[in-house]
């Protein structure tokens, strides 16, 4: 077959895939102004994605040994996907879809759209804050010569962390929750304190994941409120296309002409004009959360969006699920077809990846929503779901836990150096299994489990720590 056959027949089968989506997409208004029954009831399915999410999250950030791991839960070196570049996306796609559930009869009352927004932005406060505040645990810049301050720095940091959890665990009007909110505050002024004298945060990096989940919500959010679904859809397409053209046509200011390589293309030269020295310490010079990939990520959200909307319709579940996989199934399509021109790369955010991960949490959910909510079997659901409810906080637990294993060094015997996390792994782990893949596997899966724990304990006090 030539080329020029080639390159034709994958133009008529773009276009054909275009004009299904847009008929996809071609959903009545009528049916967009009222909410099933069904949907006045929390939606399993969701919950069940989040929580999934959510483990397989800790399940590759967590290995016992970054030398041992299987392929498939690493990432994909640059161009190409692997199953753990489907995890972060998928946090987006079901910040999407909570947005219409969590806002949408806010906005068909009519309520106050400026009071709404403003509890958006507060939320996008503390959810980039709460990455910021990762960032920086636990050392939060400060070096070895102020030895003395970083101590007094820990206790003080414990005792936040402990006084803000005893919050959130009381009832609101126990005496015990005034009290813990008063001790964090005056934590958070000893902190103040301290880092006048200790704090260093001119290495620190900027971009990260709650911090892009925070960006996205905030459009979305906004988005959801200014804009119908038809609306929403065609700013997802132009932001595509948008930074199709950045990325692919746009010359690089002092480098040359427009490419995807890792730390010369637009995206890169863009973060190390704002972010030089704020970005990721492994890369230094360009940030796989960087702030122009920040663009197509709203896009993952706003898929998430649509698929919301389209829940929350009058349709019978049957005509729901079908619709949620015959769009994953076109996004997949569309996402190997623009893969040619635009190559799927998780670490740039391509819009070849959004569509491509779009179309895969579509399948995903869809198939969820069709065994829990539809087929009523939902026993199996229950740890995911478990999970799913304090997503937020046992993220940024396992954060906390992980980065206070390796913070805790000591020397041990023959003058190796130890730490925590790696004690546990090479005493524990090590030992009992013979192939030293095995070995991280399962160090990461009693990650998993560990911090399953810690949602199960919060779950059955019914416990739910939201922003």
């Known amino acids: 077959m030539s080329k020029t056959k080639e390159l034709s027949d994958k133009v008529f089968i773009f276009t054909e895939m275009v004009k299904c989506y847009f008929k996809f997409l071609a ?79 806010r906005k068909e009352r009519g309520d ?39 101590s007094l720095h820990y206790v003080v940091l414990a005792i936040f962390i402990l006084s803000l959890f005893t919050r959130e665990a ?14 964090a505050l005056v934590a958070i ?14 290495r620190l990096r900027i971009p990260g994941v709650l911090q892009r989940i925070a960006l996205v919500y905030g459009a979305c959010g906004i988005l959801f409120l200014k804009a119908d679904w038809r609306m929403q859809a065609w700013v997802g397409v132009g932001l595509l296309l948008l930074y199709w053209f950045l990325m692919m046509v746009v010359p690089v200011p002092g480098i040359g002409p427009a ?29 796989p959360e960087g702030l122009m990939s920040t663009l197509p990520a709203i896009v ?8 919301g909307s389209w829940l929350k319709t009058d349709n019978d579940h049957y005509k729901k699920v079908a619709g949620i996989l015959v769009a994953g199934a076109i996004l997949l399509g569309l996402s190997h077809v623009w893969d040619l021109n635009f190559p799927i790369n998780k670490k740039i955010w391509t819009s070849s990846y959004v569509l491509y991960t779009g179309g895969v949490a579509l399948l995903i959910l869809g198939v969820i929503y069709w065994i829990a909510d539809i087929q009523g079997y939902k ?22 836990v992980v980065k206070t294993m390796f913070a805790i060094k000591w020397v041990g015997s023959n003058d190796q150096s130890w730490n925590i996390y790696s004690w546990l792994y090479n005493n524990l782990f090590v030992p009992v299994f013979s192939s030293p893949y095995n070995a991280s596997l399962a160090y990461a899966l009693a990650n998993v489990l560990f911090f399953f724990g810690l949602a199960w304990v919060l779950y059955r006090a019914k416990i739910f720590i939201k922003v």
């Open 379 to 400: 026993k199996w659901t229950k740890p995911f779901v478990i999970y799913g409810t304090n997503a937020l906080f046992v993220y940024v637990m396992s954060g906390l």
């Open 300 to 307: 993952t959200g706003i898929i998430g969006m649509l698929t």
């Open 259 to 287: 490419n995807l390589e890792a730390e010369t293309n637009l995206g890169a030269w863009f973060d190390n004009l704002l972010l030089k020295g704020h970005m990721y310490s492994q890369t230094k010079v360009w940030d």
């Open 189 to 202: 002024g000893a902190m103040v304190i301290i880092g006048f004298f200790g704090y260093d945060f001119s």
């Open 27 to 105: 959903i009545p208004t009528k049916h967009l102004k009222s909410t099933n029954t069904s949907m006045k009831e929390r939606l399993l399915s969701l919950d069940v994605f989040r929580g999934l999410t959510l483990a397989g999250m800790i399940l590759v950030n967590n290995p016992g040994s970054w030398s041992t791991v299987y392929p498939p839960l690493l990432h994909a070196d640059w161009h190409g996907i692997t199953p753990t570049d489907w995890v972060f996306p998928f946090f987006l796609f079901i910040v999407g879809v909570a947005i219409p559930l969590a806002l949408g009869k």
């Open 170 to 183: 009381v009832a609101d009007d126990s005496p015990i929750r005034r009290w813990a909110g008063i001790t």
């Open 112 to 150: 106050d759209q400026g009071a709404i927004i403003k509890k958006i932005v507060s939320r996008v406060a503390i959810i980039f804050g709460l990455g910021l505040f990762l960032s920086a645990y636990p050392r939060f810049g400060m070096g070895d010569e102020v030895g003395g301050i970083r």
